[in-house]
């Protein structure tokens, strides 16, 4: 892969591409749909994983059948962008759970951030009483998703 810094060979690739498909696979199925031994495959694994490739592994769960029924998609602009207010808004953003995925963006709005609640009413709340308070905000604009067609975590690997 150009540009990361780090040498990703095609063997590596398809090692990247079946633990995104399924990352409870052993390492001796990994190393059978590889075509290696298990022993360079597992170091293969360990080499990605310390390079920061792989950062970690994880279940993934149904928000609705957990109970969140809602995703939104807020905007944030702050009130000035010195790094003290910068570090506060992000701090605090990295404390709330609900905050599931949170990027700071170029354009008319300083940071998108993807939330999850159960329902309408604690959305709400949530943003009246903890997202609104976190000091430098400015602005929000929220939008609500009405259908969820794609979410996926898994990278295009090629």
């Given at each position: 892969m150009s540009g990361t810094?780090?040498?990703?060979?095609?063997?590596?690739?398809?090692i990247l591409q079946i633990i995104q498909d399924n990352g409870r696979l052993s390492n001796a199925e990994i190393a059978e749909k590889v075509s290696l031994?298990?022993?360079?495959?597992?170091?293969?694994?360990?080499?990605?994983?310390?390079?920061?490739?792989?950062?970690?592994y994880q279940a993934t769960l149904d928000r609705r059948l957990l109970g969140f029924g809602v995703v939104a998609f807020v905007n944030i602009s702050l009130d000035n962008h010195t790094e003290k207010t910068c570090r506060a808004f992000e701090a605090g953003?990295?404390?709330?759970?609900?905050?599931?995925?949170?990027?700071?963006?170029?354009?008319?709005h300083d940071y998108l951030l993807q939330i999850i609640a159960e329902d309408f009413d604690s959305y709400s709340e949530f943003v009246l009483n903890r997202l609104r308070t976190i000091p430098g905000v400015k602005e929000m604009l929220s939008t609500l998703s009405m259908r969820e067609l794609k979410s996926s975590l898994k990278?295009?690997?090629?």
């Open positions: 810094g780090v040498d990703i060979d095609p063997t590596d690739r398809k031994s298990p022993s360079p495959c597992w170091k293969r694994l360990r080499r990605l994983e310390s390079e920061g490739v792989i950062r970690g953003v990295l404390a709330m759970p609900e905050v599931i995925s949170c990027h700071n963006t170029t354009g008319a990278l295009p690997i090629k």
